[in-house]
């Protein structure tokens, strides 16, 4: 019976239907495994570190000495949301903004891009923004163009 339906066409494409099958999820299976390696590897410039340690609460002192005491290079951000203003009295205009508070050797991997207008070219920082400055992204800026930062 086996080869009377193979000569009717019937287990054909039965067998071409489940090559295509195993073949797609394979594709896939490995596509997304690449995918994963490569992320893996440059996970150290996405995170501008080997190892990145978050909290919602100050950490521990000892923390900080023993990574010192290890002789670990070391970086502090702090991330939070705010209101950016920019204007003043009735032209005061107001935005959700990220903001992320640097310590002066971030990132340990990696370089930051700055451009130093909007539409300009970007290049490579030597360090981040010095005390008491701010970068600003160019979407923040482009919503208060012409406003008075």
């Known amino acids: ?6 000569r009717a066409g019937e287990l054909q494409v039965l067998a071409a239907a489940l090559v295509v099958a195993v073949a797609s999820v394979t594709s896939v299976a490995f ?4 995918v ?7 996970a150290h410039q996405l995170l501008g570190a080997d190892l990145v340690l978050a909290s919602d609460h100050p950490w521990n002192k000892a923390i ?8 670990l ?3 502090e951000a702090l991330n939070f949301i705010s209101m950016a203003s920019a ?3 009735g032209a005061r ?13 971030y990132p340990l991997r990696g370089k930051l891009r700055v ?15 010095a005390p008491g400055s701010v970068w600003l992204d160019e979407q923040l800026v482009g919503a208060y163009l012409g406003a008075k930062l």
């Not at 019976?1 to 193979?6: N, Q, S, Y």
């Not at 205009?93 to 002066?104: E, P």
């Not at 451009?115 to 923004?129: L, M």
């Open 73 to 75: 290079a070391r970086a």
């Open 36 to 42: 994963g390696q490569a992320l893996a590897r440059d």
């Open 1 to 6: 019976m086996l080869m009377r339906d193979w």
């Open 31 to 34: 596509f997304a495994d690449r």
């Open 115 to 129: 451009a130093r207008a909007p539409g300009a070219p970007d290049a490579p920082a030597a360090q981040g923004p």
């Open 64 to 71: 900080g000495e023993e990574i010192a005491r290890r002789g």
């Open 87 to 89: 204007g003043e009295g």
């Open 93 to 105: 205009r107001s935005k959700l903004a990220g903001v992320k508070a640097v310590s002066r050797n």
